[in-house]
């Protein structure tokens, strides 16, 4: 019954912005510590960011500083704002949602390339 539904995936020139969002249904988002995951080929599944049910946060260090988690409750919705990206950002992006065990989405592809 829960589902999430990655968005906002795509091409972009290293330096450069984008936001990805992540809807989440039959999820409450004020119990569940929301989070997004990546992967890249022939890599492993590395924590990006995630944010708990009280709004706190934490990050990956290859993306302190320039990533940022957020949710909007109402609208059942969590972001990241992904800024001065790299090539090394490269991957498919996952949502997650955790309580008492963990969710998926299917993912979305960001290309950071010229």
């Known amino acids: 019954q829960v589902q999430l539904v990655e968005s906002g995936g795509g091409l972009v020139q290293p330096g450069g912005s984008l936001r990805l969002s992540c809807l989440a249904s039959?999820?409450?988002?004020?119990?569940?510590?929301m989070g997004w995951y990546r992967q890249a080929p022939g890599n492993q599944r590395e924590l990006v960011a995630y944010?708990?049910?009280?709004?706190?946060?934490n990050y990956g260090d290859s993306v302190k500083g320039r990533f940022t988690i957020s949710k909007d409750n109402a609208k059942k919705t969590v972001y990241l704002q992904m800024n001065s990206v790299k090539p090394e950002d490269t991957a498919v992006y996952y949502c997650?949602?955790?309580?008492?065990?963990?969710?998926w989405g299917q993912g979305t592809q960001v290309t950071v390339s010229t």
């Open positions: 039959r999820i409450n988002l004020s119990i569940y510590r």
């Open positions: 944010i708990d049910s009280g709004g706190d946060t």
């Open positions: 997650s949602a955790q309580y008492f065990g963990t969710y």
